[in-house]
């Protein structure tokens, strides 16, 4: 189902500034897509996926979005177009958000961190190896999930789904998830603030085609924000990743704790790669709040963590995963014991 690899010809479009990126966008409907580092979109078209090749490029690498911004009151803002190394190497983003820093630096391979950007990270389809490889998948404008009877041991949901089981690929959307991050998103009629959780629903239906993000074919994200981290509050993360070195993960946790001396004040726990969306853990949530973090108390906020689960049995199967998962959130808790 792949093609010759040879990048399409299309046409590309340089804005000077985001509203004239969103009017090109709008000019050109559903066959303009925006890039700046293009690590993800060259791929697709590369590999000749139907419904994410575009035969028009709005390159906006050049937009004054490129930026990281810390103030104590106002908290975090990172344009759009910021390399994934700048989070991964900011000091204060390493001081204050230690959840953000250390996912930043499990994204992909170093090459792909200088290129690949904030924006894009969140953004980013799925890397079921269905959809890239062109299959006429529910996301590819077909009318079935290949993942659900396949290969589904590695990019397929722990905790269902519906049109798609696809996992939600990214790093960075997990923490900022864990962090109540919101993103600003630019389309016609203006700036629009949301929830990142809104952005990344897991699952949305837009302009005809089913999607990971609810974003119109005429809008863009130009910056995310993250509050300030609360007070006596601590954050970590972990990763597991079949290869150490350059991988997506097969299960991810990003935990930010606030503490009242030794006691657990308010829990934020989010698993990454194994849902479609970053899957909030509100189980294991509500039962750290009042907990102490000790051996036991870890062990059955792990379990707690996959409440719900419900892993595929048809195809190969991907209930290991669940285990791989209590595992993560066991080793992120356990950084902040």
Known sequence: MSSNNEV????????????????????????????????????????GVKYKTPEYVVDISGLPLNYINYDATDGLRIGATTPIASIASDPNIAQYYPVLNQAANTVAAPQLRNQGTAAGDVIQDTWCWYLRNNYPCWQNGGNVCFGVLGDNRYYQSIFGGRLTYAVNPGDTPVAYFALNADVAVQGPGGTTNMPISQLLPGEAIVDGKVKENSLQHNEMVTEIHVPPPPANSKSSWYKVRARQSFDFALASAAVVLTFNGSTISHASLVLGGVDVAPHRATAAESYLVGQSLTPSTIQEAAVKAVEGAAPLTTGTGNSFRVFLTQGAVTKALTLLS
């Open 8 to 47: 399409p010809k299309f046409g590309l479009l340089v804005p000077s500034t985001t509203e004239q990126a969103v009017s090109l966008l709008t000019q050109y409907g559903g066959q303009a897509k925006i890039m700046s580092g293009g690590t993800d979109l060259l791929y697709t078209m590369k590999n």
